[in-house]
């Protein structure tokens, strides 16, 4: 894969931008991300020059995504699309319940097994066992009884060092449509930056609309069309952008 071209029509874009991995490094813990400064004055500023068409896409709640950015607020899509707010405080969670069940059974097999982090999410959960690598088998066979007992009705997404369960039919490439749908996004072409296998639904979406899908990081396969080096060079792209807005 190649850089994306230094000609993107900036000004017609609609900027679509995964957290994790892309515009922020990832951490053991995922309280412990945060952004800096420099990066929300950049995004904010970039937003501006964009008539606000910029939406930061995660797997986190848009809570989440609030927290790592502050005082920032923008239009969001947050765990895989179950969260979507278009602008303002106003957040649509989609229709999907959890078994409380379930929750609690993953929460206890985290206690049991130190290193590992089971993180709530709208209408699913997230085990994280980045702290703990060696106990990745054991989360996959525990994680993959749950999907038997939860059904067809939820899907697994299998992450950085993250084993999320989440609603099928709620991912990130059908909240990049929806948000689309709606002022400023609409009738821009739309840009996708994503650094994970959370992020191809994004991709494949984007390219289907004729847009730009850009993968950060080598040696995956993936339906991103041009590659970015690392968070650093993602910080570098959006610079670029801003200036060629200015």
């Keep these: 894969m190649s850089l994306p071209p230094a000609d993107i029509g900036v000004d017609t874009i609609a900027l679509f931008l995964d957290v994790d991995g892309t515009l922020v490094d990832i951490e053991d813990h995922p309280g412990d991300v945060r952004s800096d400064e420099a990066l929300i004055t950049l995004l904010v500023d970039l937003a501006q020059r964009l008539d606000g068409a910029l939406s930061l896409i995660s797997g986190r709640s848009i809570a989440e995504i609030d927290r790592i950015f502050a005082p920032a607020k923008f239009p969001s899509a947050g ?96 909240a990049i449509r929806e948000l689309l749908q709606h002022d400023p996004f609409n009738g821009r072409r739309p840009v996708f930056v994503g650094d994970d296998v959370t992020d191809e639904d994004g991709f494949r979406v984007v390219n289907d609309l004729g847009g730009l899908s850009i993968r950060v990081g080598h040696g995956n396969e993936t339906a991103a069309r041009y590659v970015l080096d690392d968070v650093t060079s993602v910080r570098d792209w959006l610079q670029s952008l801003a200036g060629q807005l200015a």
Aim: aromatic share 6%; proline share 5%.
């Design 79 to 174: 765990a895989h699309g179950t969260e979507l707010r278009f602008d303002g405080n106003a957040v649509i969670i989609a229709p999907a319940d959890f078994p409380g069940e379930i929750l609690q059974r993953a929460r206890a097999f985290a206690v049991e097994h130190q290193g590992l982090l089971v993180e709530k999410k709208s209408a699913g959960l997230a085990l994280h066992y980045r702290r703990a690598p060696r106990l990745e088998t054991a989360c996959r066979e525990f994680v993959d009884g749950l999907m038997r007992e939860l059904g067809p009705d939820f899907r697994l997404i299998d992450g950085k060092m993250v084993l999320e369960i989440a609603p099928l039919g709620h991912h990130k490439g059908e």
